[in-house]
């Protein structure tokens, strides 16, 4: 009965066309050429076969015309997907009903081709049908379903991953295709690289259903790292599910897949018939996919923007913070165990480095994230050693130093400057054994020959090359990089690099060629081509980097800084100029230099700065430069680098110069640097406010010692002295007050001006600007007095409490005294008794010619010792407390002298102090 009403539905429709037709005539075709009587005969036809032929049909009129594609995409699937629910006993059906909608989903880019995606994953329950399809029997059905689904997550991503995770049976659906015919499996491994990337919860769901265990048996089948593209795709599900997820890292970590990473990136040179050849591109891109593992594992850095939309507190990131860092710690352990710092110094490092630049360069990077921050593989790697010249080795740290200074690709240097860096990082003993190898032992041979130190090569890239005075080349640069690095945070290695010679020992003379002389004369670099500017400005960018590493919070390097009478001048003069470059950026730096300098010794680098520069210009730069757009980048916390996919991994793997690697700060700056700086501008500022607002460099107390009259002192002497001193803070004052009116010279931007010049525009906008910077002046001004008011208040509040506390043991002291003179008067009365007692035994005595006293009275006098004898010791005790009291108030009384001087030094009057003293004496004597 079904089918008779669906021919006879189907009869009526085809009678009404036709009447319409002959008496309206025939329409425009707007039934997507053709694509209509196909869809109609394909939902609603009654034989099974004139339905499989429509869907053929169908089809091939789809893959040939984009008409029938929109279509369809527009009006057709929506019932084909009502005939997939409505068929369950004809697979032929079933088989072509889903070609037909892989057609339309797939091919070229189009209008009709991504509507037909819009429509498949708009609706959760078109989602649900074909993951269910993927159950099935038929193994053509499953293989249109997997490649449907596959087609449509490339554009329709976030739809097709909201689907899946309405539907609790899709994951372990697609994880049970996984272990079908490779070629559904292949299918189902594109589907869920393209749901795990960037969905944390897919992810997780993916990873505890087993992807790891799936991925790792389909890379040993096809071979591993010498496989084909479908090892690729695993190991890039791999990395989707390991990128920043720290219970997923911990999951592989604990299910022993750690220890099969190593051998995946195990690479190296390969020799053939001619000789040393290069890798295969696909072998690359495995390798490369393979060293990403490695550094996802191992590196605490967040993905970029993948949490902004959570609110989370301080505590909680605090929390996953260290829960990323504690898994990183523990991966760096497991990956060092099977060897990994060896397999990645042999990919990179030495003959038996890899030809693939890129492949060097992401090995290089792994084994900087391996090593940064960890004690054992800092030390594996200073012990790690790299094939050179057949059957020599040589330290992976020199063959490092060697690319990092030397290589073509300017990503491998960098690279290799990463390892340096990471290699030294909180490692203070390798820090200072790199430093003491500071040394042109090798002067005059070839670098990548003859070397046998670390030192020497950076100390060779530091001299003068071809006869002229400096150098700008990228090796003069990558040393200054990494010389910051062995100086960073360790005094000791400050210390030993002061006394670093350059000179060879073969022509060393009375005159040495020191390091830091060094540094400071390569920042007077000059360019003639307009091509090495760049060149130029990153090299100086570089050394004021380490020269504000080196001379931060060390006296000793700041003071050999200041010996030199050139440096200071020529880093102001670098700081007001930009140098030949005129670069901002290079100005700035140099102004941070005079910041740690003046930290240091206050008084003449202000004068300097004040002179050369000017303080408003010194803090305009300094502003100018944290606003910039480089030093921005560079402020932003790192990041984990983009993830390889199967388009940018074979594009990287036949690059020739490896992947690009843009620096945050383009070179001029970095993260450490920006965090330093922010922190320094405050400390700046402030020592330059105080030494404006209060300029004695003594302390208080030398200033009261200065003042009092000393010991086995005549009064001769002491006036004498006190003279002195007088002419002596006289001196000070007037040079402060020059100072003064240098500074509100420079802010103020005073200048000789004519009668008339308020008639010129330009003078009208000059006093404007004098206006403006009268307030700021005047506001530096009033802050200065409430800085100075809050130390008065202060010093008063805290005599204050002096006072309470002199008046609590005042009333202490006398209560003492009170109780003590009673314990005299009741001594003294059984003194007096005991006396009488005394008397009165020997008269009886006397009396009675030698007859016994009475025993009473014995008695009475017993007890009257062992009294006197317990107030004895009570007088004893009562004596040492008083003492002690007395010693209290004696240190009371220095503390008073002390405030009082405080407060006559910052400017309250002698005479007024002391009449307050008087009158609170007075008013506790009254009380």
């Given at each position: 009965?079904?089918?008779?009403?669906?021919?006879?539905?189907?009869f009526?429709?085809?009678?009404?066309?036709?009447?319409?037709?002959?008496?309206?005539?025939?329409?425009?075709?707007?039934?997507?050429?053709?694509?209509?009587?196909?869809?109609?005969?394909?939902?609603?036809?009654?034989?099974?076969?004139?339905?499989?032929?429509?869907?053929?049909?169908?089809?091939?009129?789809?893959?040939?015309?984009?008409?029938?594609?929109?279509?369809?995409?527009?009006?057709?699937?929506?019932?084909?997907?009502?005939?997939?629910?409505?068929?369950?006993?004809?697979?032929?059906?079933?088989?072509?009903?889903?070609?037909?909608?892989?057609?339309?989903a797939?091919?070229?880019?189009?209008?009709?081709?991504?509507?037909?995606?819009?429509?498949?994953?708009?609706?959760?329950?078109?989602?649900?049908?074909?993951?269910?399809?993927?159950?099935?029997?038929?193994?053509?059905?499953?293989?249109?379903?997997?490649?449907?689904?596959?087609?449509?997550?490339?554009?329709?991503?976030?739809a097709?991953?909201?689907?899946?995770?309405?539907?609790?049976?899709?994951?372990?659906?697609l994880?049970?295709?996984?272990?079908?015919?490779?070629?559904?499996?292949?299918?189902?491994?594109?589907?869920?690289?393209?749901?795990?990337?960037?969905?944390?919860?897919?992810?997780?769901?993916?990873?505890?259903?087993?992807?790891?265990?799936?991925?790792?048996?389909?890379?040993?089948?096809?071979?591993?790292?010498?496989?084909?593209?479908?090892?690729?795709?695993?190991?890039?599900?791999c990395?989707?599910?390991?990128?920043?997820?720290?219970?997923?890292?911990?999951?592989?970590?604990?299910?022993?897949?750690?220890?099969?990473?190593?051998?995946?990136?195990?690479?190296?040179?390969?020799?053939?018939?001619?000789?040393?050849?290069?890798?295969?591109?696909?072998?690359?891109?495995?390798?490369?996919?393979?060293?990403?593992?490695?550094?996802?594992?191992?590196?605490?850095?967040?993905?970029?923007?993948?949490?902004?939309?959570?609110?989370?507190?301080?505590?909680?990131?605090?929390?996953?913070?260290?829960?990323?860092?504690?898994?990183?710690?523990?991966?760096?352990?497991?990956?060092?165990?099977?060897?990994?710092?060896?397999?990645?110094?042999?990919?990179?490092?030495?003959?038996?480095?890899?030809?693939?630049?890129?492949?060097?360069?992401?090995?290089?990077?792994?084994?900087?994230?391996?090593?940064?921050?960890?004690?054992?593989?800092?030390?594996?790697?200073?012990?790690?050693?790299?094939?050179?010249?057949?059957?020599?080795?040589?330290p992976?740290?020199?063959?490092?130093?060697?690319?990092?200074?030397?290589?073509?690709?300017?990503?491998?240097?960098?690279?290799?400057?990463?390892?340096?860096?990471?290699?030294?990082?909180?490692?203070?003993?390798?820090?200072?054994?790199?430093?003491?190898?500071?040394?042109?032992?090798?002067l005059?041979?070839?670098?990548?020959?003859?070397?046998?130190?670390?030192?020497?090569?950076?100390?060779?890239?530091?001299?003068?090359?071809?006869?002229?005075?400096?150098?700008?080349?990228?090796?003069?640069?990558?040393?200054?990089?990494?010389?910051?690095?062995?100086?960073?945070?360790n005094?000791?290695?400050?210390l030993?690099?002061?006394?670093?010679?350059?000179?060879?020992?073969?022509?060393?003379?009375?005159?040495?060629?020191?390091?830091?002389?060094?540094?400071?004369?390569?920042?007077?670099?000059?360019h003639?081509?307009?091509?090495?500017?760049?060149?130029?400005?990153?090299?100086?960018?570089?050394?004021?980097?380490?020269?504000?590493?080196?001379?931060?919070?060390?006296?000793?390097?700041?003071?050999?800084?200041?010996?030199?009478?050139?440096?200071?001048?020529?880093?102001?003069?670098?700081?007001?100029?930009?140098?030949?470059?005129?670069?901002?950026?290079?100005?700035?730096?140099?102004?941070?230099?005079?910041?740690?300098?003046?930290?240091?010794?206050?008084?003449?680098?202000?004068?300097?700065?004040?002179?050369?520069?000017?303080?408003?210009?010194?803090?305009?730069?300094?502003?100018?430069?944290?606003?910039?757009?480089?030093?921005?980048?560079?402020?932003?916390?790192?990041?984990?680098p983009?993830?390889?996919?199967?388009?940018?991994?074979?594009?990287?793997?036949t690059?020739?110069?490896?992947?690009?690697?843009?620096?945050?700060?383009?070179?001029?700056?970095?993260?450490?640097?920006?965090?330093?700086?922010?922190?320094?501008?405050?400390?700046?500022?402030?020592?330059?406010?105080?030494?404006?607002?209060?300029?004695?460099?003594?302390?208080?107390?030398?200033?009261?010692?200065?003042?009092?009259?000393?010991?086995?002192?005549?009064?001769?002497?002491?006036?004498r002295?006190?003279?002195?001193?007088?002419q002596?803070?006289?001196?000070?004052?007037?040079e402060?007050?020059?100072?003064?009116?240098?500074?509100?010279?420079?802010?103020?931007?005073?200048?000789?001006?004519?009668?008339?010049?308020?008639?010129?525009?330009?003078?009208?906008?000059?006093?404007?600007?004098?206006?403006?910077?009268?307030e700021?002046?005047?506001?530096?001004?009033?802050?200065?007095?409430?800085?100075?008011?809050?130390?008065?208040?202060?010093?008063?509040?805290?005599?204050?409490?002096?006072?309470?506390?002199?008046?609590?043991?005042?009333?202490a002291?006398?209560?003492l005294?009170?109780?003590?003179?009673?314990?005299?008067?009741?001594?003294?009365?059984?003194?007096?008794?005991?006396?009488?007692?005394?008397?009165?035994?020997?008269?009886?005595?006397?009396?009675?010619?030698?007859?016994?006293?009475?025993?009473?009275?014995?008695?009475?006098?017993?007890?009257?010792?062992?009294?006197?004898?317990?107030?004895?010791?009570?007088?004893?005790?009562?004596?040492?407390?008083?003492?002690?009291?007395?010693?209290?108030?004696?240190?009371?009384?220095?503390?008073?002298?002390?405030?009082?001087?405080?407060?006559?030094?910052?400017?309250?009057?002698?005479?007024?102090?002391?009449?307050?003293?008087a009158?609170?004496?007075?008013?506790?004597?009254?009380?």
């Open positions: 009965m079904h089918r008779l009403g669906a021919v006879a539905s189907s009526k429709h085809g009678a009404s066309s036709v009447a319409k037709n002959i008496v309206f005539g025939a329409p425009e075709d707007d039934s997507g050429a053709g694509a209509e009587p196909l869809l109609d005969e394909l939902t609603e036809g009654v034989l099974g076969a004139d339905r499989i032929a429509a869907a053929e049909a169908l089809r091939r009129l789809i893959e040939k015309d984009e008409r029938a594609r929109s279509f369809v995409a527009e009006r057709g699937l929506v019932k084909m997907f009502e005939t997939l629910r409505d068929t369950n006993d004809d697979d032929g059906l079933v088989r072509a009903t889903l070609e037909t909608m892989r057609a339309a797939s091919g070229e880019a189009s209008e009709g081709r991504e509507r037909a995606r819009e429509v498949i994953t708009g609706d959760v329950n078109n989602v649900k049908q074909l993951v269910s399809e993927l159950r099935g029997v038929d193994f053509y059905s499953k293989l249109h379903a997997a490649q449907t689904l596959s087609e449509a997550s490339e554009t329709r991503g976030e097709m991953r909201a689907g899946m995770l309405a539907d609790p049976t899709a994951v372990p659906t994880m049970d295709a996984m272990k079908e015919n490779e070629v559904i499996r292949n299918e189902i491994l594109l589907l869920l690289v393209s749901l795990t990337r960037g969905n944390e919860e897919l992810q997780k769901i993916v990873a505890f259903e087993g992807a790891f265990e799936r991925a790792f048996a389909v890379m040993r089948e096809e071979g591993g790292v010498d496989g084909g593209v479908v090892v690729q795709d695993c190991l890039e599900l990395n989707n599910l390991l990128r920043d997820n720290p219970s997923n890292q911990t999951l592989f970590r604990e299910s022993g897949f750690v220890r099969s990473v190593p051998g995946m990136a195990a690479v190296e040179r390969e020799i053939g018939n001619a000789g040393m050849q290069g890798i295969s591109a696909q072998k690359a891109a495995n390798t490369l996919c393979a060293l990403e593992t490695v550094h996802l594992l191992v590196s605490p850095d967040e993905e970029s923007g993948k949490r902004k939309h959570l609110n989370r507190d301080d505590e909680l990131d605090a929390m996953m913070k260290q829960q990323r860092l504690q898994g990183c710690r523990a991966n760096q352990s497991e990956l060092a165990k099977h060897g990994t710092v060896e397999i990645l110094v042999r990919a990179a490092l030495g003959d038996s480095a890899v030809n693939a630049v890129s492949v060097r360069v992401a090995a290089l990077r792994a084994l900087a994230a391996l090593v940064r921050d960890h004690e054992g593989n800092q030390t594996a790697l200073f012990s790690a050693t790299a094939d050179r010249a057949g059957t020599v080795t040589e992976a740290l020199l063959s490092c130093g060697r690319a990092a200074l030397h290589s073509e690709s300017p990503a491998e240097r960098s690279a290799a400057i990463l390892v340096l860096g990471a290699a030294m990082l909180g490692n203070p003993d390798g820090q200072l054994l790199l430093v003491s190898t500071l040394a042109p032992t090798g005059g041979a070839d670098d990548r020959s003859e070397e046998s130190s670390l030192g020497g090569l950076l100390a060779r890239a530091l001299m003068q090359k071809g006869g002229s005075s400096v150098a700008f080349d990228e090796a003069s640069t990558a040393a200054a990089s990494v010389l910051r690095d062995m100086l960073h945070k005094d000791q290695s400050k030993k690099a002061l006394r670093v010679n350059l000179e060879p020992l073969s022509s060393r003379s009375n005159a040495s060629e020191l390091l830091l002389p060094r540094c400071v004369r390569q920042l007077a670099v000059t003639a081509r307009e091509e090495d500017e760049e060149k130029v400005e990153k090299l100086q960018s570089v050394l004021l980097r380490l020269l504000i590493v080196w001379l931060y919070e060390c006296k000793a390097a700041v003071e050999a800084f200041l010996s030199s009478p050139g440096h200071l001048p020529a880093i102001a003069d670098l700081a007001r100029t930009g140098g030949s470059t005129e670069s901002p950026h290079v100005a700035a730096l140099a102004c941070v230099v005079l910041g740690c300098c003046l930290l240091e010794n206050s008084g003449s680098v202000l004068d300097v700065v004040s002179a050369r520069v000017g303080l408003q210009n010194f803090f305009m730069k300094w502003e100018t430069m944290t606003k910039s757009s480089l030093y921005a980048d560079a402020s932003r916390a790192p990041t984990l983009k993830p390889l996919t199967r388009a940018n991994a074979a594009k990287f793997a690059q020739s110069e490896g992947a690009e690697d843009v620096s945050p700060g383009g070179g001029l700056y970095d993260h450490d640097i920006t965090v330093f700086i922010n922190e320094l501008e405050e400390r700046v500022k402030s020592a330059i406010m105080s030494l404006y607002a209060k300029p004695s460099g003594a302390g208080d107390e030398c200033a009261v010692s200065s003042v009092a009259k000393r010991e086995d002192e005549d009064d001769v002497s002491y006036a002295r006190l003279q002195e001193a007088l002596a803070s006289e001196s000070e004052l007037a402060v007050r020059s100072r003064n009116a240098v500074l509100a010279e420079q802010i103020l931007g005073v200048a000789p001006t004519s009668a008339n010049a308020s008639d010129d525009p330009s003078a009208v906008a000059k006093n404007g600007a004098r206006h403006a910077s009268a700021a002046l005047h506001a530096a001004v009033e802050a200065a007095k409430r800085a100075s008011a809050q130390e008065i208040a202060s010093l008063t509040s805290e005599l204050e409490e002096v006072k309470k506390v002199a008046e609590e043991r005042q009333e002291l006398t209560s005294s009170t109780a003590y003179n009673g314990l005299e008067a009741e001594v003294y009365r059984l003194e007096t008794e005991a006396n009488g007692l005394r008397e009165k035994l020997h008269a009886s005595s006397e009396f009675g010619g030698g007859a016994a006293p009475e025993t009473s009275s014995l008695d009475i006098a017993r007890e009257a010792g062992r009294e006197e004898a317990a107030v004895a010791d009570a007088r004893a005790a009562d004596e040492a407390e008083l003492n002690d009291l007395l010693a209290c108030l004696g240190q009371e009384e220095a503390s008073k002298e002390h405030l009082l001087a405080k407060l006559i030094a910052a400017g309250e009057s002698e005479a007024a102090l002391l009449d307050e003293l009158s609170i004496v007075i008013e506790d004597v009254d009380a």
